[in-house]
C-alpha cells in the first residue's frame, strides 16, 4: 500500500529482533508507516522525528521499561495511543498498562488478529480526530468576519452594527484594551463602505514625535522650518478620498488637536508655513485604549473633538468576557501557523485548551496569537500539549506587558507558567511515588534539572 502524509505511523519497540521483523512486515501489510527500535532510550530518542500514531511496546526490556516508556510517549504527544506487548500477562498487569495511559495490551507470543483489530481501531480514530480537527479549523473559518473571529454574541453583534453603519460613517470611534483589534474593525469599516478601492491610511499617535506631529498630519511648505528644504504633503491630503486611521487617537497632543477638530469638522487642512486651506474628503476612524470620556472630563483631552470623534462610539470586549471564542481564534491560528512553519500541527490537547480558557489574556487576541505562534516553534509533535503552551507562557509578549496596566486581571506570562509547571511536577511526583529518578524521566528532564526546579518552586519543603 503506497505511504501518503495520512499514513498512519507505528512505532514497534522490543529488544527482539525477530519480534521486530515480523511485527514490521504485518504492519506495512496493513497500511502503515513503521519504524522499529530495539530498546526504550533508542524509542524515546525517535519520537521527534517518527512522531507515531500508535506505539507497539514490549513490556520487558533493559534499561527502561515499558512501562516508563508509555508514560514517556503519552507525555510528549497525549494523542498518540499505545499497546503494550508482554509474555506475562496479569490483571494487575493489565490494570496497570490502562492506569498509565495504555489503549490495549497483548499477550506474546501475538495474537495477529487481535493486533490487526487493534490497528483497525487506532486507524478509524485517528480518522475521527482528524475530520473532527478539520471540522473544528472549518467552524472557526466560518465566523471570519475580514480577518476578526467570532462566536460569542458579543462579537455576533459588532459584526452586524458595522456591516449596518459602514456604508453611512464619516467618523467612529473604537476603544478597547492593547490587543483586541481595533484596526481590524476599522479596516472592516473601510472595505465595507464606499472608500473601500481607496486609501487606507493609519497614523501610530503614539510613536510620531510631538514637535513635528502637525507637519506630519497636515503636510508643510518648503521653509516653513529649520530642515524644510521641499514641500511635503500630510497624511491628511494623502488619504484624500480614503480612510485615516488614527491610532492610540488618546496619545495627540492637546496643542494639535484644535486643528485636528477643524480638519475633521470642516475638511479643511493648512500645511505648516502656508496661510491657504486646502479641501480633504476623508473617513476619520480613531482607536483608543483610554478612557476619552474620563479625559476629556479631567481637561486631558478637548471635550469638542472627542464628541465629534464618537459620532458612532464601538467598545470592543476584552477576550477575557469573550472565552467561547477562544477555541476558534486558537483553530486558526493553529492552522495558519502550521501552514507557515510546515508543521503537521493539527490541534490542542484537551488540557491544552483548559489552560488557554483559564489564562486570563491581558494582552487579548494580539498575546493569544503570539503564544500559538511561539508553542507551534516549540511544537514536535501533531497537538499543542500543555508543556508547549506553558513554555510559551513563560515569557510574557509584547501584548501581555502592553495590555497589563489596561486591566485588572492578575498576571499572566512568568506567573502562569510556574504554577501550571508546579502543578505537573507535583502531580508526576504523585504517580511515581515520590521518587525522584522516575520523575525525572517522566518529565524528560534530567535529576539535577528537577532539582533546581523542586527548589524554584519551593516543592516538599
Given amino acids: 500500500m503506497p505511504l501518503t502524509e495520512s499514513t498512519p505511523r507505528l512505532l514497534v519497540v522490543d529488544d527482539e529482533p525477530l519480534v521486530l521483523e515480523i511485527v514490521e512486515r504485518f504492519a506495512r501489510q496493513e497500511g502503515f508507516e513503521v519504524a522499529i527500535r530495539s530498546s526504550g532510550r533508542e524509542a524515546l530518542g525517535c519520537l521527534p522525528d517518527v512522531k ?119 467618523t467612529v470611534l473604537i476603544a478597547g484594551e492593547t490587543g483586541t483589534g481595533k484596526e481590524l474593525v476599522a479596516r ?32 508643510h511648505v518648503r521653509g516653513a522650518f ?31 488637536q484644535a486643528k485636528l477638530l477643524r480638519a475633521v469638522e470642516q475638511g479643511e487642512v493648512q500645511r505648516v508655513g502656508s496661510l491657504d486651506s486646502r479641501r480633504v474628503d476623508v473617513c476619520v476612524i480613531a482607536a483608543t485604549n483610554r478612557d476619552l470620556r474620563a479625559e476629556s472630563a479631567a481637561g486631558r483631552f478637548r471635550s469638542d473633538l472627542f464628541y465629534r ?57 494580539r498575546e493569544l496569537r503570539n503564544i500559538v505562534e511561539r508553542a507551534c516553534i516549540l511544537s514536535e509533535s501533531r497537538m499543542l500539549t500543555e508543556r508547549e503552551l506553558v513554555a510559551a507562557m513563560s515569557t510574557p509578549s509584547p501584548a501581555a506587558a502592553a495590555g497589563a496596566g489596561a486591566s485588572s486581571a492578575p498576571p499572566t506570562g512568568g506567573h502562569l507558567f510556574a504554577t501550571a509547571q508546579r502543578d505537573q511536577i507535583e502531580q508526576v511526583l504523585r504517580e511515581v511515588g515520590g521518587n525522584k529518578t522516575a520523575a525525572a524521566q517522566r518529565l524528560g528532564m534530567s535529576r539535577r534539572s528537577l532539582y533546581r526546579w523542586l527548589d524554584r518552586l519551593n516543592i516538599g519543603k
Avoid at 203 to 219: I, Y
Fill in 309 to 365: 470623534l464618537s459620532t458612532i462610539e464601538i467598545h470592543l470586549a476584552p477576550l477575557r468576557e469573550r472565552r467561547e471564542d477562544i477555541p476558534y481564534l486558537t483553530a486558526n491560528f493553529v492552522r495558519e501557523f502550521a501552514e507557515r512553519l510546515n508543521r503537521p500541527i493539527t490541534g490542542v490537547t484537551p488540557a491544552a485548551e483548559r489552560l488557554l480558557q483559564q489564562a486570563p489574556w491581558p494582552g487579548n487576541v
Fill in 226 to 256: 529649520t530642515g524644510a528644504t521641499e514641500a511635503k504633503v500630510g497624511l491628511f491630503e494623502h488619504a484624500d478620498g480614503g480612510t485615516l486611521f488614527l491610532d492610540e487617537a488618546g496619545e495627540l497632543p492637546f496643542t494639535l
Fill in 52 to 170: 507515531p500514531d500508535v506505539a507497539l511496546v514490549d513490556l520487558r526490556m533493559p534499561g527502561l521499561s515499558g512501562i516508563d516508556v508509555l508514560r514517556a510517549v503519552r507525555t510528549a504527544d497525549p494523542t498518540c495511543q499505545v499497546i503494550l506487548m508482554t509474555g506475562n500477562a496479569t490483571v494487575d498487569t493489565a490494570i496497570e498498562a490502562v492506569k498509565s495511559g495504555a489503549l490495549d495490551y497483548l499477550s506474546k507470543p501475538l495474537d495477529f488478529e487481535r493486533l490487526r483489530e487493534l490497528l483497525v481501531t487506532v486507524r478509524k480514530w485517528i480518522e475521527r480526530r482528524e475530520r473532527l480537527l478539520q471540522i473544528d479549523a472549518d467552524v472557526a473559518k466560518r465566523f471570519e468576519f475580514h480577518g476578526m473571529i467570532g462566536r460569542s454574541p458579543t462579537m455576533q453583534e459588532l459584526f452586524d452594527l458595522i456591516r449596518r453603519l459602514a456604508p453611512h460613517v464619516r
Fill in 188 to 219: 472592516a469599516f473601510q472595505k465595507l463602505g464606499p472608500r473601500r478601492n481607496r486609501r487606507f491610511v493609519t497614523v501610530n499617535c503614539s510613536a510620531v514625535v510631538e514637535t513635528l506631529f502637525e507637519s506630519e498630519l497636515f503636510g
